[in-house]
């Protein structure tokens, strides 16, 4: 989400072509993503994994042309669960060596609970946001499911791991019919033999919204 997030604010300043993730619809796809993928990214499967990896590389670079000033301002201001990019590089992340494709926000300093996440989600798309209407209405092409559905259902997928063992995943977005809007996020913990992956936490939380506004 904290990716996302960026993405929104990076368009309002003017400089969302360094915040592209690959995978997604629109404008903002594919073609300009492609142009700043490493070769590991390219190697990834196809699924979670691989547009994860692919995600991550895109935020990755978008934190090199950022200052950390800059971004702890913007974490302050979403209330991003501990607003802490005390680890910048990541390497509190024993996943993954490659400091292309780590970060404060993987498996490091940076954490947030899955009630945190709905809040952000409010604070971007709800009244009283600051972001401007451009570009929470470009926020939300990228995040719209595929999936045909009642009503529109916009989120994103993450997980975490630990010792390369996915030990977590979730889906966070929200839902709007007519004047209503609705803010989830579903949360999957580490199971044994279990179907831990944020795409079965995406299959849940469409669902049930699909339920909540039938």
């Not at 996302?4 to 629109?26: D, H, N, P, Q, W």
């Not at 200052?67 to 996943?95: F, H, M, V």
């Not at 470009?138 to 390369?164: A, D, F, R």
């Amino acid at each position: 989400m904290w990716k996302k997030a960026c993405f929104a604010r990076a368009m309002s300043l003017g400089i969302a072509c360094t915040l592209v993730f690959c995978g997604c619809s629109g404008k903002y796809g594919k073609e300009k993503g492609q142009e700043v993928l490493t070769e590991e990214a390219h190697g990834q499967q196809d699924g979670d994994a691989g547009e994860d990896t692919k995600e991550r590389v895109m935020a990755e670079k978008a934190k090199e042309k950022a200052a950390p000033e800059l971004i702890q301002k913007e974490l302050d201001r979403l209330g991003y669960g501990n607003c802490d990019i005390s680890d910048w590089e990541g390497r509190l992340n024993t996943n993954n060596n490659n400091r292309a494709l780590t970060g404060f926000w993987i498996e490091s300093s940076l954490t947030i609970s899955p009630k945190e996440q709905t809040e952000v989600m409010a604070r971007i798309f709800g009244e009283g946001s600051a972001y401007s209407e451009a570009s929470r209405e470009e926020l939300k092409k990228v995040m719209l499911v595929e999936e045909e559905t009642e009503v529109p259902i916009y989120g994103k997928t993450g997980m975490g791991k630990t010792e390369g063992i996915v030990v977590d995943a979730w889906f966070t977005g929200f839902s709007k019919k007519e004047e209503e809007n609705i803010y989830f996020c579903v949360y999957l913990g580490r199971t044994d033999g279990g179907n831990v992956s944020s795409a079965a936490a995406k299959e849940i939380a469409i669902r049930l919204v699909s339920g909540y506004f039938s």
